[in-house]
């Protein structure tokens, strides 16, 4: 029997493309990923949640600020026996008006009858990248990002990077217009633990930033590893 011809799969990858069919085994399809559940309106990702469904299910980034209402208006309260939530909504003037989700997992939650999951991934992009202290303090050194603190201003003034720009993420969504002339240029944002700081990166990457660059366990981790720290003059 004559050789069998090999035929190279980028050649069958261009032959099944043309026929809009699935490619060879050996191709690499990225992963979909799932869409994410609600909107972000002052920093918060805003879920609405109905009282009664049995099999409710929200995909939501890890590190996000979580403002809960119902499909109904009314007040309620939400339980995550994970993450130690058990809030009523709305929250009052001493409360806060948000719970967080500061790792990726599965949640199961139950409000008034209805239950469900709330499940937390990881934010990824291609413009976005997350760094240890150490190798923010080497970026920050050879590369000259503009520097976001997404913190308070309370925080802010305890301690912070040198040359930092404060923008809290309650009004980063509105403010991020002010920083259309840095869209190409590096930025480097972090908050206290890396949570906010996700959120503004994704914020960001949304509006066309193209090299963001996220403090992952934030400030935190910074004073941990004894990296130099900036306090305002009182």
Not at 21 to 42: F, K, N, R
Not at 56 to 70: E, K, M, N, P, S
């Amino acid at each position: 029997m004559p050789d069998r011809i090999r035929i190279p799969c980028s050649v069958v990858l261009l032959f099944l493309a043309a026929l809009q069919l699935p490619a060879c085994s050996g191709s690499s399809d990225q992963a979909q990923t799932p869409p994410v559940s609600g909107t972000i309106e002052g920093g918060l990702r805003v879920l609405t949640f109905d009282p009664v469904a049995k099999d409710q299910h929200f995909t939501i980034y890890r590190g996000d600020y979580v403002r809960a209402q119902l499909t109904t208006g009314e007040p309620f309260t939400i339980r995550i026996a994970a993450l130690n939530v058990n809030k009523t909504f709305p929250a009052t003037e001493d409360d806060k008006p948000y719970f967080k989700v500061p790792e990726p997992g599965s949640y199961r939650f139950s409000v008034g009858q209805g239950q469900g999951t709330i499940e937390a991934i990881e934010y990824a992009a291609s413009a976005y990248k997350e760094v240890s202290s150490a190798e923010a303090a080497d970026f920050i050194t050879n590369v000259n990002p503009l520097i976001l603190d997404v913190r308070t201003p309370r925080e802010f003034a305890s301690g912070h990077l040198q040359d930092a720009r404060l923008i809290p993420l309650q009004v980063f969504q509105r403010e991020v217009v002010n920083l259309e002339q840095h869209k190409n240029e590096p930025v480097f944002v972090y908050c206290r633990t890396g949570n906010r700081s996700t959120v503004a990166a994704k914020i960001l990457v949304d509006n066309g930033f193209t090299n963001v660059v996220n403090l992952r366990r934030g400030i935190v981790e910074w004073r941990r590893a004894g990296k130099p720290i900036v306090k305002t003059p009182k």
